[in-house]
Every structure is written in C-alpha cells, then in structure tokens.
C-alpha cells in the first residue's frame, strides 16, 4: 500500500466512525468528539511496549516518597509525556459497565501536558455525551479495530498522521460549508516556502553545532512546524532544531501539542506551542527566532485583537506594529510586522522569514494608508529578498493566487537594495490532482517545486523573473489642482438651486424653543429670502464671467434693496448662481491667487526615481495646461511634497499582450452562431 493511500484509508475508516453520530449529535459537534479519541488512540499506542516499565517505575518511586516523579517516569515511558493509570485504552473495554468512569481515569493518570491537551478538547463533556446516549463503548471499540485503523507510530508516521488530522478538518468543516483550509497549509506549498527560505540560510548546511529556532505564529495543527524540521535535518542532520509555535484555536492547538510530544521524546518542542492570539496576547514576546514561517488567515478580521493592536502600535517602533495599521478586515499584515519584530538583531545573527498571503498586501491602500506604510518599512528598510506567485487552486478553501513572501534581515551584497519577483504560477509549474480536495485541484510537484527554485537561486531575468530596485515599487502621490472657473446668470433655474444651499434655506429655520417664537423668525426668514430674490431680479439678463464683477453688481443690489446679508449667506447666494464654465476667467482668492477647483482635484503618482517637475511637465501639462500642484500635500515622514507611497503590482510586471482575433475570424463565429439561431427560430415556425 503506498504511503498516500495508507493515509487516505486511515482518513476514510476515522470518517466513517462519524456515521455512529448520526442523529444522536449534530454535525457540527462531529470532529469535537472523533479527533480528541483519534488522538487518545494515538497516544495510548505510543505507550503500549513501556506501560508496564512506567507502572513499576511509578510503585517504586513512591515507595520512596518522591514527590517529584515527572523526569523518571517520563524516561521510563521513552516520551515526554507518560500514563500511570492502571487501564490502557484496550482493558478500558472490558468493562463495559463502568467504562465511563474508567475512561476519565484513565485519562487523569496521564502527565500534566497530555491532560491539558484533553481539557482543551473539553473531553470530558464528550464522554458524558456519549455515555448518555449509548454510543461510548460503541465508539471506543471502532477505534479498536487494528485491522482497519492502526494509528500506531510505527504504523503512521507523525508525517502521515499530521495528513490525517488535516484532511479529517478539511471533511469536517466542508460538511459544514465552513472554511475547510482554515487550519492547515497543503504540503506542497510548504515544502516550496521552506525549501525557499532554507536556501537563504547559507549556514545551515556548514556542519556540526548548528541550531536553529523556528517560529509559526498561526501554526494550526503544527504541519509547517514538522515540515520545517524535517526539511532543516535533510540539509543538516547534525542540526538542532527548536519550535516554536502560538495558535488561537484551542481545538487545533490541542493536535499540534498532542503531535509534538509524539515527535520530540523530550517534550521541549511540545511545550513551546502557546494557546492564544498572536496579535494580542504575544507569549512568546522575549523569543527571537532564526526561521519563521506561517500561514496568515486571509481576510481575518482583527477587530476582537484591536484595543491590544492599537495601544502596541502607539509605541512606535518599541512596539510590533509601529509601521502602521491594516484595515481592520484583513490582518495578514499584523502578522507579517509581528514577524519582523520577532527576528534576530542581524548584528548578532540572522534571520529569515517566509510568509504566504493573498495578493491584497502587494498593492491594497494608498499613500499614506498603513499597507502601503508597511510596505515601505519593509523596502525601505531593505528587508524583502523576494515575492513567489503560486499557480492557483493549490490550496484547500481558495483557489485566488498567493504569493510567498521572503525576508531577511542580513542580505548578501548582491541582493542590497533589490527585489526578486518570480511567476510560478503557469502552467509549467503545477500538475493537475486525480481527485480535487476541497478548492485545491493542482498540485506542486518535486520537480516543480525544484524549477521553481532554480529561477530563485539563478535571479536570472527572463519571461518567469524580473529583478528590481527597492524604490522601483515607491512613488510620490502628488495633488494635481485646476482653477475655479464659474459664470453667473440671474435665471429661474439658478434661482431655484439657492433652495439647495444651507445657507440661503437655513433663513427659514428656527432654533426657537417657543413655538411662537419659532414661528415668528421662520416667517422672518421666509420675508427675507423673497427680499433676497427680488433684489436677484434687477440682475436678469445679464451674464458674468467674471466673479469680482459679479460679486459686485450683486453687493450692490442687496444695498439698493436695503438688504445687508452675512458671510454665510452671500457665500450661499455665489454658490447657488454661480456654474462651472471653461470660458468663464479664474476665480482668485484674496491675495489673487487662482482658487481650486475641488470637483476638479486629481492625483499622480510619480515614481521615486523620476523628478516631479520632469513628470508634471511630460504627463500633466500638455493635457492640462492651467493644472498646478498643490505644495500644501506633503509626505508626514520628510515633509516634501507629495505623499510617499509603495506598491508591488506584481501582474503588471509579468503582463504579456495578447492581441485580440482578427475581425474577420470574429465575423465568422458570430455568422455561425446567428445561423444556429436563425435555424432554431425557423424550427420552432415550422
């Protein structure tokens, strides 16, 4: 049996334990009751061949009267973790009567961290659950078929079993029609981003002594975690390799500690994966780390985390999040900025980051807003080695493009001040799966995942890869002005739109609180807004282009009329005459400079590299001739002019034209398709 269909059959028989369920449980409650047993399963079989070592090391140390019996039970069960219960889950089931309270037991003589495991399975709700119902022994006894299910470690490798786990959510929550990738990154995509980051790390391979941190901080079931160890060990063998993870679900930090003690005899791995969210409660704060590696959520709404994000953000660059705030609708760049904060100082060592995330943190939010400051942190501060394009419908809950981003804190000379963008997102670059998983439908293949990073390690330029400058993707958004330009003409229709300014109509509202009093200024008001119109009268007729001069015979109107009008209301009454005409001459301010225009207010962008004046003259001015920059819009950081913005347009760069059909291949389809109807038509008037 090959390894996959080994894993498949191990899925498909843990599935079909669900059918059990049915009708006592709803589907929802399915995956909270099969994963924790899966696990006990697991674990049980991890301790089967030293039970009874574990018993008789934990009777002698207590006829010693050792408190502390941790480390020699731990060494005697050959794990980190150990059961001194006199039950193993197989006796469990010989006694069918008393199962329920055996089970809990049985569960409490396991070592501190296996318990808190199943605390946060909340399993002890499960067996009271299915005892109430009848189904606890029904259920424990599928899980005792060896001969369908063998989830021993020498059986499944802890490779094999992280599947398991994966592809048990992903049915679960497809079942559901909730989010089946939320939890875990498909393997191909992770063996490229680790593989990616691992050949940044010229040292690794440089023999004995080599450790290495790693950190996820949504590390899910813990799947980048083992991959990434398994990866470093294949460069180095020699290497020490420590993780690290944090992860928010409780449920899914449960599987990845459970898989950990399994993996690590001494534990240590197992102990390092904290419960809780990354962005407000940081528990691994004092750690910095030499790899890191995650897979944000896309999309996550990080308002629950905000008061905690905010109040970090205020410290600047103290804190995880000084270079700005993402829209509160998608947090992938949180957790990029916390991963920044968290490498090595790269006086002391390196540091090398890989993180994948949709296409929104390449370009979403203008100059100014917190992507795009985040992304000039990032540029500006030289840390960003390169962006990978994954081919799409590789993973589970989406089939949108993604991107692998790669950071460094410590470049060599030859990447200084570049960028490396790679498109491995045709079709070259991905094979097509026998059977789609969820949205995921292609797959990353070795030797893909090898062309893909031969285009990395080569940087040569060509159809696949460009190379660019950091300030490449920078540029200052510059505020383009026109003139104010209105004509004035007394009319029924300019009359009208004085209705429509607060100014003129708030004459006829009253703030009185004395409906008498109220009354009596409202009609005040009415009296003089007519005074107003037929002062406007003796203006009929004539047109202005001018607004001085219109200002003027308007004043003197008002006077001839004995009218003397506030700011507010003159202002109303040049608003309401006054239209937009390009014939008409500049309206100046006060000190006769030309006013804007702001319905006519635009922005350019202008590249970093390129002079301001140069662009405005080649770019803005043949077109508008009496457009001007505002000189008020400056950048917050170095108060010149324009705000500083930075964006990857990552598709534009690797666009190729395709010219369209000819237009007489495009006049034979539609002669075909309007013969085909017109035949269909004549069939049914036949």
Not at 149 to 163: F, K, T
Not at 231 to 252: D, K, M, S, W
Not at 271 to 279: A, F
Not at 343 to 348: F, L
Request: aromatic content about 8%; some cysteine.
């Amino acid at each position: 049996m090959s390894d996959t269909s080994k894993f498949n059959s191990v899925v498909s028989f843990l599935w079909s334990i669900a059918d059990l369920l049915n009708g006592a449980f709803k589907k929802s409650e399915f995956q909270k009751i099969v994963l924790p047993f899966t696990v006990l399963r697991r674990l049980d079989y991890a301790l089967e061949h030293t039970k009874a070592k574990v018993l008789e090391t934990e009777r002698t140390l207590k006829e010693k009267g050792l408190e502390n019996r941790h480390g020699q039970l731990c060494r005697a069960a050959g794990y980190a973790f150990y059961n001194t219960s006199k039950f193993t889950y197989e006796s469990l089931l010989h006694d069918d009567a008393n199962l329920a309270l055996n089970l809990r037991q049985y569960v409490m003589g396991f070592s501190p961290n296996v318990r808190e495991i199943f605390a946060a399975f909340n399993f002890d709700d499960s067996i009271r659950d299915l005892d109430r119902v009848n189904l606890l022994y029904l259920l424990m006894e599928r899980f005792n078929e060896k001969s369908k299910v063998d989830l021993r470690p020498s059986a499944l490798s802890n490779h094999e079993m992280g599947y398991v786990f994966e592809h048990l959510l992903r049915k679960f929550n497809e079942a559901l029609n909730e989010n089946p990738g939320e939890h875990f990154t498909p393997r191909d995509a992770i063996r490229l981003m680790v593989d990616l980051v691992l050949m940044l790390d010229t040292e690794l391979g440089t023999g004995e002594g080599v450790a290495r941190t790693v950190n996820d901080c949504c590390c899910g079931t813990g799947g980048i975690l083992s991959i990434s160890k398994e990866h470093i060990l294949r460069v180095n063998p020699q290497a020490r390799v420590h993780l690290f993870g944090q992860e928010l679900n409780p449920f899914t930090w449960a599987i990845a500690r459970a898989d950990m003690l399994i993996l690590e005899p001494e534990g240590k791995d197992a102990e390092n994966i904290k419960l809780g969210s990354t962005l407000s409660d940081d528990q691994l704060a004092q750690m910095r780390f030499d790899l890191q590696f995650v897979n944000p959520p896309y999309g996550y709404e990080w308002s629950k985390d905000f008061d905690a994000v905010s109040a970090e953000a205020a410290r600047g660059p103290a804190g995880r999040f000084g270079a700005g705030l993402p829209r509160k609708s998608d947090g992938q760049m949180l957790f990029l900025q916390h991963f920044i904060a968290r490498m090595n100082d790269p006086k002391e060592s390196q540091s090398y980051i890989g993180i994948i995330m949709n296409g929104s943190p390449l370009f979403t939010g203008g100059a100014g807003s917190g992507e795009s400051e985040i992304r000039r942190w990032i540029l500006e501060n030289d840390w960003l080695e390169a962006i990978v394009a994954l081919p799409q419908q590789i993973f589970y809950n989406t089939g949108i493009g993604t991107y692998i981003w790669l950071l460094s804190n410590r470049k060599p000379a030859a990447h200084k001040g570049k960028v490396l963008l790679v498109d491995a997102s045709g079709e070259e670059f991905w094979s097509g799966m026998s059977k789609s998983l969820g949205s995921k439908r292609r797959e990353i293949t070795d030797a893909h995942r090898q062309a893909i990073l031969q285009l990395v390690r080569e940087r040569k330029p060509g159809p696949h890869v460009k190379v660019f400058d950091t300030t490449d993707f920078g540029y200052r958004e510059i505020k383009v002005l026109r003139p104010l330009k209105l004509r004035f003409e007394v009319n029924a229709e300019s009359l009208a739109r004085l209705d429509t300014q607060s100014g003129f109509k708030n004459l006829a509202l009253s703030k009185k609180k004395d409906p008498a009093e109220q009354k009596r200024e409202e009609q005040d008001g009415r009296a003089q807004q007519e005074e107003i119109r037929a002062a406007l009268h003796a203006l009929t007729g004539q047109t202005y282009n001018n607004r001085e001069r219109f200002t003027a015979a308007l004043e003197a109107a008002l006077k001839k009329a004995g009218l003397k009008l506030k700011a507010p209301v003159l202002k109303a009454l040049l608003a309401g005459i006054g239209e937009r005409d390009d014939s008409a001459e500049i309206c100046r301010d006060s000190s006769g400079r030309p006013e804007p225009d702001t319905d006519l207010n635009d922005t350019e962008n202008v590249p970093l590299k390129e002079s301001i004046d140069a662009y405005f003259a080649r770019e803005v001015t043949p077109h508008v001739p009496d457009a001007w920059i505002d000189s008020d819009c400056r950048d917050g950081k170095d108060n010149q002019v324009g705000k500083v913005g930075y964006e990857i347009p990552f598709n534009r760069h690797f666009y190729v034209f395709q010219p369209p059909r000819p237009l007489s291949e495009i006049d034979a389809d539609l002669k075909t398709v309007t013969d085909r109807i017109l035949s269909m038509i004549g069939g049914l008037t036949q």
